[in-house]
């Protein structure tokens, strides 16, 4: 006899009692906000505790919340074009072109390959072989890794799905530390944060490091100043290269792995080595197409072609592996993870960018405009930094909280007095590390909170901690060198 399928039911209560409180509020809503702003925000914000109380998966929970939108007339299914004034509304269909999201996926299923061909193994047996006397050696090796990768691959999400998601995998089996088991605190929860947080400090680094920092880079053109390349990795630099030394260490202080030291790791890296025996054609295939991306990845930093385009050379690679057997079609099917960040990240990205459509977020850069008047430049900057990193917790898309904030909130710290160069440029670090907030902060946090290793809970409050730690490192340590380097 078939049952039905268990549902947990009560986990709907906090977010529909939020949801129903806040747009029953709608008739008394800010000045400024239209109805349909302020209960495209009731929406969110009840999507958003959905996705914490888990009354479903987070994909079941975020088609809801959209589900709902087209139920109050919030959004159409398909885009709609008004025939006066040829104005398009966005229909929720068109949520799902993400390409962020797309490359994700796509990444998960090339790191599928990685861990089916064994290679990710044979790599992850020679990075324990070098680094894995000790856990904390594990996680500085990542760190470094990612550092590297962020000079060449221009994607943040690439770097993290397509490259340093898969050996971490590895690695975390190769200690036999599972996700969705109590063996995941072995190793494997500990540095799947450690990667997340390389992959932050990485993009922070370096101008090219994330499609958001050359939005900022554009927009604080328009005030006037203009970041180089180089000017941005020397402000970062001293910032950067302290937290890439405390992040992984206090990480290992707070959320310490099982496993610390493994004195015997060399040799037992080696044994598995030899019995692997050579590397297979499968796997030489794989080496092959993942290499061939990382170059891809790389040229699109440099040349601007479709062909280059970072989530076209992960269907690229896909394609590859299907075409020559590494893959088969159904193994792309059974990929649970990947087409379950797709549904959930396209659908909060499509709601996010509803509330700057619907003018939610420009009569909440104009609120703090108007509150902040009057006041000093340096508190100023400090609240707006503040406010700039804890509203990304109302963002799932670095590049849109860039796109709605940065030049609204660069304005208002200028006319109050602060240096033009202090204020880009922190306000600019301050959209990266504020990707230590949730779990579908930025695709790489999709990627990495959704693997198995860490609880949303658990995601939830050591980012918050590691947050604190980089406000003060950035926010502080950071406005003093950019003193001693003269910028302002």
Same mark, same amino acid.
Request: with cysteine; hydrophobic share 55%.
């Given at each position: 006899?078939? /049952?039905?399928?268990?549902?947990?039911?009560?986990?709907?209560?906090?977010?529909?009692?939020?949801?129903?409180?806040?747009?029953?509020?709608?008739?008394? +809503?800010?000045?400024?906000?239209?109805?349909?702003?302020?209960?495209?925000?009731?929406?969110?914000?009840? /999507?958003? %505790?959905?996705?914490?109380?888990?009354?479903?998966?987070?994909?079941?929970?975020?088609?809801?919340?959209?589900?709902?939108?087209?139920?109050?007339?919030?959004?159409?299914?398909?885009? %709609?074009?008004?025939?006066?004034?040829?104005? %398009?509304?966005?229909?929720?269909?068109?949520?799902?072109?993400?390409?962020?999201?797309?490359?994700?996926?796509?990444?998960?299923?090339?790191?599928?390959?990685?861990?089916? $061909?064994?290679?990710?193994? +044979?790599?992850?047996?020679?990075?324990?072989?070098?680094?894995?006397?000790?856990?904390?050696?594990?996680?500085?090796?990542?760190?470094?890794?990612?550092?590297?990768?962020?000079?060449?691959?221009?994607?943040?999400?690439?770097? /993290?799905?397509?490259?340093?998601?898969?050996?971490?995998?590895?690695?975390?089996?190769?200690?036999?530390?599972?996700?969705?088991?109590?063996?995941?605190?072995?190793?494997?929860?500990?540095?799947?944060?450690?990667?997340?947080?390389?992959?932050?400090?990485?993009?922070?680094?370096?101008?090219?490091?994330?499609?958001?920092?050359?939005?900022?880079?554009?927009?604080?053109?328009?005030?006037?100043?203009?970041?180089?390349?180089?000017?941005?990795?020397?402000?970062? =630099?001293?910032?950067?290269?302290?937290?890439?030394?405390?992040?992984?260490?206090?990480?290992?202080?707070?959320?310490?792995?099982? &496993?610390?030291?493994?004195?015997?790791?060399?040799?037992?890296?080696?044994?598995? #080595?030899?019995?692997?025996?050579?590397?297979?054609?499968?796997?030489?295939?794989?080496?092959? *197409?993942?290499?061939?991306? &990382?170059?891809?990845?790389?040229?699109?930093?440099?040349?601007?072609?479709?062909?280059?385009?970072?989530?076209?050379?992960?269907?690229?690679?896909?394609?590859?592996?299907?075409? $020559?057997?590494?893959? $088969?079609?159904?193994?792309?099917?059974?990929?649970?993870?990947?087409?379950?960040? #797709? %549904?959930? #990240?396209?659908?909060?990205?499509?709601?996010?960018?509803?509330?700057?459509?619907?003018?939610? =977020?420009?009569?909440?850069?104009?609120?703090?405009?108007?509150?902040?008047?009057? =006041?000093?430049?340096?508190?100023?900057? !400090?609240?707006?930094?503040? !406010?700039?990193?804890?509203?990304?917790?109302?963002?799932?898309?670095?590049?849109?909280?860039?796109?709605?904030?940065?030049?609204?909130?660069?304005?208002?710290?200028?006319?109050?007095?602060?240096?033009?160069?202090?204020?880009?440029?922190?306000?600019?670090?301050?959209?990266?590390?504020?990707?230590?907030?949730?779990?579908?902060?930025?695709?790489?946090?999709?990627?990495?909170?959704? /693997?198995?290793? !860490?609880?949303?809970?658990?995601?939830?409050?050591?980012?918050?901690?590691?947050?604190?730690?980089?406000?003060?490192?950035?926010? *502080? =340590?950071?406005?003093?060198?950019?003193?001693?380097?003269?910028?302002?």
């Amino acid at each position: 006899m078939k /049952t039905l399928e268990k549902v947990h039911y009560q986990g709907f209560v906090w977010p529909l009692i939020i949801g129903i409180i806040l747009w029953c509020i709608t008739p008394w +809503r800010p000045t400024g906000l239209t109805p349909q702003a302020w209960e495209m925000f009731a929406i969110f914000v009840a /999507t958003i %505790v959905g996705c914490i109380t888990k009354p479903l998966p987070i994909g079941g929970t975020t088609l809801t919340g959209l589900v709902v939108m087209v139920l109050v007339g919030l959004a159409p299914i398909n885009n %709609v074009v008004n025939p006066k004034t040829g104005v %398009v509304t966005t229909g929720i269909l068109s949520a799902f072109s993400n390409s962020a999201a797309w490359l994700i996926a796509m990444a998960f299923i090339m790191a599928y390959g990685i861990t089916k $061909t064994g290679l990710g193994n +044979r790599i992850a047996y020679w990075m324990i072989e070098r680094f894995g006397k000790k856990s904390l050696g594990i996680g500085y090796a990542i760190t470094g890794l990612e550092l590297i990768l962020g000079a060449l691959i221009p994607s943040n999400s690439a770097r /993290t799905g397509g490259v340093v998601w898969p050996l971490t995998e590895s690695i975390s089996a190769s200690y036999d530390s599972k996700p969705n088991d109590p063996s995941r605190k072995k190793i494997g929860s500990y540095i799947d944060l450690v990667a997340f947080h390389a992959n932050i400090l990485s993009t922070a680094l370096f101008l090219t490091g994330a499609a958001a920092n050359v939005v900022a880079q554009q927009m604080a053109a328009q005030k006037g100043y203009q970041m180089t390349w180089a000017s941005w990795f020397i402000a970062a =630099i001293v910032p950067v290269a302290i937290s890439a030394i405390i992040v992984p260490w206090l990480l290992y202080k707070i959320y310490p792995p099982e &496993i610390k030291e493994t004195p015997n790791a060399k040799q037992w890296a080696k044994n598995n #080595l030899a019995k692997m025996g050579k590397v297979t054609v499968p796997e030489k295939i794989m080496a092959a *197409v993942f290499t061939l991306a &990382i170059l891809l990845w790389i040229l699109s930093g440099i040349i601007k072609a479709p062909q280059l385009d970072a989530t076209f050379v992960a269907f690229l690679a896909v394609t590859l592996l299907l075409l $020559t057997g590494v893959l $088969t079609a159904q193994d792309i099917f059974n990929q649970a993870g990947a087409w379950n960040i #797709l %549904v959930w #990240l396209s659908i909060l990205v499509f709601m996010a960018g509803k509330l700057i459509s619907f003018g939610f =977020i420009a009569w909440f850069s104009n609120a703090i405009q108007t509150s902040l008047h009057g =006041i000093s430049w340096g508190v100023v900057l !400090v609240i707006l930094v503040l !406010v700039m990193f804890y509203t990304h917790y109302f963002f799932a898309s670095g590049t849109a909280h860039v796109t709605a904030l940065y030049l609204p909130f660069l304005s208002v710290a200028v006319a109050t007095g602060a240096p033009l160069p202090l204020a880009a440029m922190l306000l600019a670090f301050t959209t990266i590390i504020n990707n230590s907030s949730t779990h579908y902060a930025n695709p790489s946090a999709s990627i990495l909170a959704t /693997t198995g290793y !860490v609880t949303q809970a658990e995601w939830w409050k050591n980012n918050f901690i590691i947050g604190l730690v980089y406000l003060v490192i950035f926010g *502080v =340590i950071g406005t003093l060198w950019m003193k001693v380097l003269g910028m302002w």
